[in-house]
T-cell receptor
Framework: DGGITQSPKYLFRKEGQNVTLSCEQN?????MYWYRQDPGQGLRLIYY???????QKGDIAEGYSVSREKKESFPLTVTSAQKNPTAFYLC?????????????FGQGTRLTVV | GENVEQHPSTLSVQEGDSAVIKCTYS??????FPWYKQELGKRPQLIID?????GEKKDQRIAVTLNKTAKHFSLHITETQPEDSAVYFC?????????????FGKGTKLSVIP
């Protein structure tokens, strides 16, 4: 079953803790993206990666970090420096970096800070 | 990256009426114009797209029209049904500078009233 998978679906974190969200794809896509979605809001870009071992900051990268050691995987770490981390996080991939190709999304991870 | 604006931000229509959502972009090099639908609590999914060599594309009750000169494209939904209620996003992209930063519009929440 091909696609893009995020885990876990729900995540609770205590204040001051780092937490890592998983994103895996078996679509052989080069590009991967992380978005944050707040209630009633749009999709804000956190980080994106066009190829393995390379990634770029998006519009709201502060307090987040990523790695791209494998083509299939693009984990996102929400650090304690992120002031307001409670949100719905979506991972996406596309065949090439943003150009002319459909983006496929994971089912999302809902992070709550308790 | 691309500067993308969507209007309106919310739209309510009676069942059976038509709905139109407009997306304006800034990068004249953009050549791929998709629309995504996100139902409540779910992931965004592509519903229709158009490329710059075409002015209009239809798929049953939905259509997309493109005006490259004015740098905007629109989503048209005819004979709306309650299941069309969702948030719709545009995400123009191309091969220009910054095209790898896949940027979405802020979304339009469509409510179809039975």
């Amino acid at each position: 079953d091909g696609g893009i998978t995020q885990s876990p679906k729900y995540l609770f974190r205590k204040e001051g803790q780092n937490v890592t969200l998983s994103c895996e794809q078996n679509l052989n896509h080069d590009a991967m993206y992380w978005y944050r979605q707040d209630p009633g809001q749009g999709l804000r870009l956190i980080y994106y990666s066009q190829i393995v071992n390379d990634f770029q900051k998006g519009d709201i990268a502060e307090g987040y970090s990523v790695s791209r050691e494998k083509k299939e995987s693009f984990p996102l770490t929400v650090t304690s420096a992120q002031k307001n981390p409670t949100a719905f996080y979506l991972c996406a991939s596309s065949m090439h970096g943003g150009t002319n190709t459909e983006a496929f999304f994971g089912q999302g991870t809902r992070l709550t800070v308790v | 990256g691309e500067n993308v604006e969507q209007h309106p931000s919310t739209l309510s229509v009676q069942e059976g009426d038509s709905a139109v959502i407009k997306c304006t972009y800034s990068d004249s090099a953009s050549n791929y114009f998709p629309w995504y639908k996100q139902e409540l609590g779910k992931r965004p999914q592509l519903i229709i797209d158009i490329r710059s060599n075409v002015g209009e594309k239809k798929d049953q009750r939905i259509a997309v029209t493109l005006n490259k000169t004015a740098k905007h494209f629109s989503l048209h939904i005819t004979e709306t049904q309650p299941e069309d209620s969702a948030v719709y996003f545009c995400a123009p992209s191309g091969t220009g500078a910054g095209s790898y930063q896949l940027t979405f519009g802020k979304g339009t929440k469509l409510s179809v009233i039975p």
